[in-house]
């Protein structure tokens, strides 16, 4: 039995790196500058409801993408969501419509798109002021070429 332990235990760290997600990126072009972002996927309601609930901390270049697949009004608050964010609003092809910036952790106020949007961005909040990303600057992404 010891042996079948260690064997499935190498088998299981050999696997793993292969069942990790490959870390995806986003990048954010402003006037001056790309800002690249490693992200995570929201694209199904399960993943949308839940976001980053739950986060204690998230590093400055990471944020998530959700996918809502087509364009339409979307609201977000911040239930059971410690950190204070940063939405970006994008529409189809990766213009940002809008930003709600410093978002209040655990509110349960709507924060609305505006107008119809596929993509929300949200990033950890005083990100957009810190790089000047401002509504009219676009998002780059595989999903938003092909939304195009």
């Known amino acids: 039995m010891h042996a079948l332990s260690r064997v499935l235990v190498l088998v299981a760290a050999l696997?793993?790196?292969?069942?990790?997600?490959?870390?995806?990126?986003?990048?954010?072009?402003t006037d001056d500058a790309r800002h690249e972002f490693t992200i995570e996927i929201a694209d199904d309601p399960m993943?949308?409801?839940?976001?980053?609930?739950?986060?204690?901390?998230?590093?400055?270049?990471h944020g998530m993408l959700f996918d809502f697949a087509r364009?339409?009004?979307?609201?977000?608050?911040?239930?059971?969501?410690?950190?204070?964010?940063?939405?970006?609003?994008?529409?189809?092809?990766?213009?940002?419509v809008r930003i709600a910036e410093d978002t209040t952790p655990f509110s349960t106020d709507s924060v609305p798109s505006g107008e119809p949007v596929r993509f929300v961005?949200?990033?950890?909040?005083?990100t957009s002021d810190r790089l000047d990303i401002e509504p009219?600057?676009?998002?780059?992404?595989?999903?938003?070429?092909a939304a195009e």
């Open 71 to 96: 364009e339409q009004p979307a609201s977000f608050w911040m239930k059971n969501t410690p950190l204070s964010l940063d939405m970006i609003f994008a529409k189809a092809d990766g213009t940002i």
């Open 47 to 61: 993943e949308r409801a839940q976001g980053l609930m739950f986060r204690e901390e998230m590093a400055p270049d």
């Open 121 to 126: 961005f949200e990033v950890l909040a005083g």
């Open 136 to 145: 009219g600057d676009r998002i780059e992404h595989p999903r938003v070429e």
């Open 15 to 29: 696997l793993a790196p292969g069942l990790a997600a490959a870390a995806d990126t986003l990048v954010v072009v």
